[in-house]
């Protein structure tokens, strides 16, 4: 049994009906090669029973009884692989839409809090004789940092990599500590409370007084990007619990032609990207407002220590609309995350951890589950209008099953009064894009998903003709 760290159960606390925490990754296959296992159906088998090689995919959430203390995770003596693998056939031929609607109805579901925090969807039936691959697994045990690491146990490198075992046995797993167990812990953990508030309210206070000397030591640089300075939009609303999802994907080395040319950072290219396909979706949805999107950008931190699974923070990045020119829109970008970035580090990325660990298991899930019932996001300022993340790939192929994996499309959690989560990874060339939507708020996120892929054609317009398309290929 281990004690999950606060930034972990943070995403536990932060579940409501309408507010799923749980990532989800699709996975396009090519199954032409000889060696693929596609055309027998054991793909998904493949992927499952290797992730049940990581110990915290046999693992369940176990409640710490009255909510004293952050739940624990325990090995689950009831674990089957079978239990996670699920299979659905598209209608075939199957289209992008159709794999993007059956994607979509995947990350409506939540899941079940009396297992391992994952699951794994088989798509069949694509054009082409593509198979798909839904991972959702619970951001409570996974981030973009960690998600990457797993991709070493899921994937392989060549199309004959290692078999994976035919069905995951457990044996000798004790059983399911007792609420006497759990309560004795809490206590223990509990004594630490003290000393772990002192310790937070100490580096809080550094931290600020970092942040403010970077602040007064370049006074000209534009103000930084706050939170609860959010415009509202169309998407700033409170959310369902239904979904809507979009894929997108330019090439890599188109956007680092522009990158060069801009003298920007890759980063800042997609976040033009986004930015002008926004304001294009914006204009078309009743208006555009006067002042920028607020962003919320997940941050990678050091692991050092820390026992999470969760290595990350979050900066805020103003994303202009209201500017009309993409040149002016990166210039605007490019300063103000470089701002971002310096603040960031004044203030040290592991202030929401210490934080995390000492916010009372009640108080939040509490404050979590009003914010939804009353549904709070419509009658006040969003915090931010989007959250926007860009995690780094492998630029190899990878495989499993035999099948070579052409397409990576991830997607985060929708959070109340932000219905949009934008998700970008690089992988092998390309930069794929995910998007996904409260469904009520953004019924159709490929308006925005191709306004990306046009907006990269149009920032390259003054140079060498790009060929950014749409698409999971």
Known sequence: ???????????????????????????????????SVCDTGEVGRVIATRLAEVRRFRQRVLEVPMGLDHPRLADDPAFDVERHLHHLRLQPPGSESDLTDAVAVIASQPLRRGRALWEIWELRGLSGGRVAIALKVHHAVIDGVSGMELMATMFDLHPTGPAAPGRWTVYGVPPVPSALTLLSSALASMAAWPV????????????????????????ALPNPTVPFDA???????????ERAVAFARVPLAEIKALRRRFGATVNDIVLTSCTMSLRRFLNARGGIPDRALVASVPVAVPVGEHHAFNHVSAMFVGLPVHLADPEAQL????????RAKALHCAAGGDLLREWAELAPPGLFAGAAGLVSRWRLADRFRPVHNLVVSNVPGPQVPLYTGGARVVGIYPLGPVLEGAGMNLTVISYDGWVHIGIVTCRQAVPDPAAIADGVVQAVRELGASGEPLSARAGPS
């Open 1 to 35: 049994m281990e004690r999950l760290a606060g930034i972990d159960a943070a995403f536990l606390y932060l579940e409501t009906p309408s507010a799923h925490m749980h990532v989800v990754a699709a996975i396009v296959l090519d199954p032409s090669a000889p060696e």
């Open 231 to 241: 415009p509202r939009t169309v998407f700033n609303r409170a959310i369902s619990g």
């Open 331 to 338: 210039r605007y970008i490019t300063e103000r995350a470089e």
């Open 196 to 219: 772990g508030l002192v310790r937070a309210l100490g580096d809080s206070t550094r931290s600020a007084v970092r942040v403010l000397d970077r602040m007064l030591a370049a006074p």
